[in-house]
């Protein structure tokens, strides 16, 4: 998987603080040089995120290229409506012998691997055979597993990008995908470090889990603990990082 954060609104914290103080000001602030304090923004946009008022965010946006990610985590992330999104054509790229996701618990189960990638290759095969014969790409694919791999372009603002993560960086979240928006934190934390601060699960974020009875647990570990997440403490695991191949 390769995540690349390809454009962004320039100065995207300033624009967000810009927005935010358009609320509270009289002045206009169409007319006035555009600047401001980075450290000043950083602390405007605390306090966005702690109160609550997070449409001024929605003026940063990061537009992403992703590749490498099977179709079952295309299908996940789409159902994320904010986002645009641009999708490698299966009707018009061929699908490669070795384009397919394996999924590291694989590597667990003795047999599964072997099994698996035997399934995936004939199944790649059988694609194949049948764009030799003459069948339209658009029909061949039809025999493909979700496995196959795709590329997309997406953009999103970052009160969406928040969402997500706050959805998807969650342990019951599937492994690919929250590996996915992690890396996409990642690179949008190199720009926007304060809008980024607050990615992460309700768990570190909030210190509330939505999941009920699902809960993985942790966050009465880290009641336990005495580090159960608040407003000011999230932060998408620490670094952010999502622990790959626990997710449910
Ligand atoms: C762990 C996990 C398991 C899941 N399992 C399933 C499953 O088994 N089956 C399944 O179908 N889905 C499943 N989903 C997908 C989930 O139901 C949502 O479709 C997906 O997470 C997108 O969430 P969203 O609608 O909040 O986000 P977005 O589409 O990104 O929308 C962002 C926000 O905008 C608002 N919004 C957007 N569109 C509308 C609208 N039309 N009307 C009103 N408000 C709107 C909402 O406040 C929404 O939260 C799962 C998701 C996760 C994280």
Same mark, same amino acid.
């Given at each position: 998987?390769?995540?690349?954060?390809?454009?962004?609104?320039?100065?995207?914290?300033?624009?967000?603080?810009?927005?935010?103080?358009?609320?509270?000001?009289?002045?206009?602030?169409?007319?006035?040089?555009?600047?401001?304090?980075?450290?000043?923004?950083?602390?405007?946009? *605390?306090?966005?995120?702690?109160? /609550?008022?997070?449409?001024?965010?929605?003026?940063?946006?990061?537009?992403?290229?992703?590749?490498?990610?099977?179709?079952?985590?295309?299908?996940? #992330?789409?159902?994320?409506?904010?986002?645009?999104?641009?999708?490698?054509?299966?009707?018009?790229?061929?699908?490669?012998?070795?384009?397919?996701?394996?999924?590291?618990?694989?590597?667990?189960?003795?047999?599964?691997?072997?099994?698996?990638?035997?399934?995936?290759? *004939?199944?790649?095969?059988?694609?194949?055979?049948?764009?030799?014969?003459?069948?339209?790409?658009?029909?061949?694919?039809?025999?493909?597993?979700?496995?196959?791999?795709?590329? #997309?372009?997406?953009?999103?603002?970052?009160?969406?990008?928040?969402?997500?993560? *706050?959805?998807?960086?969650?342990? =019951?979240?599937?492994?690919?995908?929250?590996?996915?928006?992690? #890396?996409?934190?990642?690179?949008?934390?190199?720009?926007?470090?304060?809008?980024?601060? =607050?990615?992460?699960?309700?768990?570190?974020?909030?210190?509330?889990?939505?999941?009920?009875?699902?809960?993985?647990?942790?966050?009465?570990?880290?009641? =336990?603990?005495?580090?159960?997440?608040?407003?000011?403490?999230?932060?998408?695991?620490?670094? /952010?990082?999502?622990?790959? /191949?626990?997710?449910?």
């Amino acid at each position: 998987m390769k995540v690349r954060l390809v454009a962004h609104t320039p100065a995207p914290e300033l624009v967000v603080a810009r927005a935010a103080r358009t609320c509270y000001s009289h002045l206009d602030l169409g007319s006035l040089p555009f600047g401001g304090d980075p450290a000043a923004a950083s602390r405007l946009i *605390s306090r966005l995120l702690d109160s /609550g008022h997070l449409s001024p965010l929605e003026h940063a946006v990061f537009t992403f290229a992703v590749s490498d990610v099977s179709r079952v985590t295309l299908a996940q #992330l789409t159902r994320h409506r904010l986002a645009s999104y641009s999708v490698e054509s299966q009707r018009q790229v061929p699908v490669g012998p070795s384009s397919y996701v394996e999924p590291p618990s694989l590597l667990r189960v003795p047999g599964a691997r072997e099994l698996f990638s035997a399934q995936v290759r *004939s199944a790649i095969d059988c694609y194949r055979r049948l764009v030799e014969l003459g069948v339209r790409r658009e029909d061949a694919r039809y025999c493909l597993p979700q496995a196959v791999t795709t590329s #997309l372009f997406l953009t999103l603002n970052a009160r969406e990008l928040l969402l997500v993560a *706050s959805q998807r960086l969650c342990r =019951r979240a599937q492994w690919e995908i929250r590996r996915l928006v992690h #890396l996409m934190v990642r690179e949008a934390s190199r720009v926007a470090p304060a809008l980024m601060a =607050r990615a992460g699960p309700p768990c570190l974020k909030e210190g509330v889990c939505p999941e009920g009875r699902f809960s993985c647990g942790r966050l009465d570990e880290l009641r =336990r603990a005495g580090a159960a997440g608040g407003p000011r403490q999230g932060g998408g695991g620490g670094d /952010g990082r999502p622990e790959v /191949g626990s997710g449910a």
